[in-house]
């Protein structure tokens, strides 16, 4: 279901962005903004009936690694700052923890999850004041993040965390509905990497809601681990692509929609585009001609990524070659296979092209 669902708006989503880049009116962007909130929305729907849909039947596979906390939070900063401050928020973070305090061990992309939706939560509930984002000591040597706003507070404490209990905020905020999940499923997503979330609020002055992470969550800098997935945040920085002229990468994929897609987010690169639509054609290609990144779908007709994969390290050729998969599948549930299988990177859809271009720019840099 997962792939079946966010394939689709993949697509969508990928080629509105490509859109949006042209030149149109101004009447027409306002359009295209509408579809793309309204596309974002849907995806957050999938994705959180997917993950009750997990929780209530089996539980959430887990991919742990060690991180840095800040970094992450910072992510989220740069992923809503714009938003927030466009509806005259202030918008910050207080860091109370040096440096080498701030590494964590858990499932790093399940967490992000979890302060995503706080955060779209604080912002869509405060019209006024500001949103903040907080580090600081927590209990017995663990460490608290709190997302704190000056919104109009929570007057039904008691059934925030209940599945499908949503505030019609259509009217009032000029927001999409919600099916309720979200607080119900970060609850369940943060009791499953053994932390815990709680909240206060004040009716007419703001709510503060605080993941508790223990003491045996934190790490230090030594224990950090540098083989974790180099995937960048969908706010980088500005790329320079110096070391990208004369280079050369392979798409593969059996869907000329996703081909589409990519071949865009790609234009403005100086990139040399080849495509395949089949495994054994793109095995062909690795082996007449050099290649120096490859992104291939995961599943196709006969062979998929991750038999590609498997011939890639077998030959002398190839053997050294990334090969980042494109899939609409969860990451934490394909990754272990694809590592198993040789794969350098995994690209979850729907991405776009910022996130691409970035992890492009991990393996192509020297």
Known sequence: MSHELRAPLHAMLGILEQVQKTSLSSEVHKQLDIVETSGQHLLNLVNNLLDASKL?????????SVFDLLELVRNGYNLFASRIQDKGLTFDIVNNLKADQCLIETD??????????LLSNAMKFTTSGKVSLLISNGDEGGISLEVVDTGEGIENMSAIFQPFFSKDVSE???????????????????????????????????????????????????????????LLSDNAKPLTM?????????????SQINLIVIQAMLSSSPLDMIVANS????LVILEEQPVDIVISDLHMPHKGGLELSKQMRL???????????ASADIRQEAWPKCEDAGVTDYLEKPFNENKL??????????
């Not at 099916?179 to 703001?206: R, W």
């Not at 030959?315 to 998969?325: A, D, E, G, M, V």
Request: proline share 3%; glycine share 4%.
């Open 172 to 230: 009032k905020y000029d927001e999409l509905s919600s099916t309720g999940l979200g607080l119900s499923v970060a609850k369940e997503i943060i009791h499953a990497l053994g932390f815990d979330l709680s909240v206060q609020s004040t009716v007419c002055k703001g709510s503060t809601f605080s993941i508790n992470i223990p003491h045996t969550a934190v790490r230090t800098q030594t224990a950090l681990n540098l083989s974790e997935s180099k």
């Open 279 to 282: 495994v054994d054609e793109a």
């Open 56 to 64: 209530k039947n089996s539980s959430l596979t887990l991919q742990t």
């Open 357 to 366: 271009l970035n992890l492009i720019e991990v393996y192509l840099t020297p």
């Open 108 to 117: 790093k992309s399940r967490l992000y999850q979890v302060i995503i939706n």
């Open 315 to 325: 030959n002398k050729k190839t053997r050294s070659r990334p090969l980042i998969i």
């Open 242 to 254: 110096k070391s990208w002229s004369g280079k050369s990468v392979l798409e593969i994929d059996d």
